[in-house]
């Protein structure tokens, strides 16, 4: 197990870039919305931040990722999220995991080192409660290595949502920073919104 100087588990970074992207209509992990693919852009946001840093995809988009970034391909199939979160514990289950999807385009460096400076490595997750229906944010989330057996015995009752996961277990709960940030994006018409905000952002002095 690697640890921290506090004694802690170490943390490593996963971008979940393995959705099908239906209601967008193109795939998340691609779209520029910083100049660079939304999957690598994440992922050095993550690096400035975490010890390692992978990028979760489905099995067929492997060689697909830039080698310069580390592919982290799924066994736990056809899961969604879940299957992207079990496969990393599977590599690491002594470590610790901050998972932070594709769909969220505004997330910065800032609302990651909140995350993390308010992590409670005694609960099985640290996690933003969602700026929309005040429901933990399952995808931008910190999963403690104690998380891996409490998400195992969720999949073994047929739940596979991370949120659902999240809701009824003892988690760390934060009132996000910038709640703008954790803009989830998922169809055309949100991508627009989205765009907009960050042009505004770019156009600040």
Same mark, same amino acid.
């Given at each position: 197990?690697?640890?921290?100087?506090?004694?802690i588990?170490?943390?490593?970074?996963l971008?979940?870039?393995g959705?099908?992207s239906?209601?967008?209509?193109?795939d998340?992990?691609?779209i520029?919305w910083?100049?660079k693919e939304?999957r690598?852009?994440?992922a050095d946001?993550?690096?400035?931040?975490?010890?390692?840093?992978?990028?979760?995809?489905r099995?067929?988009q492997?060689?697909?990722?830039?080698?310069?970034?580390?592919?982290?391909p799924d066994?736990?199939?056809?899961?969604?999220?879940?299957g992207?979160?079990l496969?990393?514990?599977?590599?690491h289950?002594?470590?610790?995991?901050?998972?932070?999807?594709?769909?969220?385009?505004?997330?910065n460096?800032?609302t990651?080192?909140y995350?993390m400076g308010n992590r409670n490595?005694?609960k099985?997750?640290t996690a933003?409660k969602? &700026?929309?229906?005040? *429901?933990?944010?399952p995808? %931008?989330?910190?999963?403690e =290595?104690?998380g891996?057996p409490v /998400?195992? $015995?969720?999949?073994s009752k047929?739940?596979t949502c &991370?949120?659902?996961? *999240?809701i009824?277990s003892? %988690?760390?709960l934060?009132e =996000?920073?910038q709640p703008?940030? /954790?803009m $989830?994006?998922?169809?055309p018409?949100?991508?627009v919104k989205a765009?907009? *905000?960050i042009?505004?952002g770019?156009?600040?002095?």
């Open positions: 197990m690697i640890l921290n100087e506090h004694n588990p170490a943390i490593n970074g971008v979940l870039a959705g099908k239906r209601r967008m209509g193109t998340k992990d691609l520029k910083h100049n939304q690598y852009y994440t946001l993550l690096g400035n931040c975490c010890e390692d840093v992978f990028i979760s995809c099995q067929d492997e060689n697909e990722i830039d080698p310069a970034y580390k592919a982290l066994t736990f199939l056809n899961m969604g999220p879940l992207g979160i496969s990393a514990f599977r590599l289950r002594d470590e610790a995991w901050l998972v932070v999807a594709c769909d969220l385009p505004l997330v460096e800032t990651i080192r995350l490595a005694n099985i997750a933003y969602s &700026p929309v229906d005040g *429901l933990p944010e995808l %931008i989330t910190i999963w =290595p104690a891996y /998400l195992l $015995n969720f999949l047929g739940i &991370p949120r659902k996961v *999240l009824q003892s %988690i760390q934060l =996000p920073l703008e940030a /954790l $989830n994006v998922n169809t018409e949100e991508a765009k907009a *905000l042009n505004k770019n156009n600040q002095p």
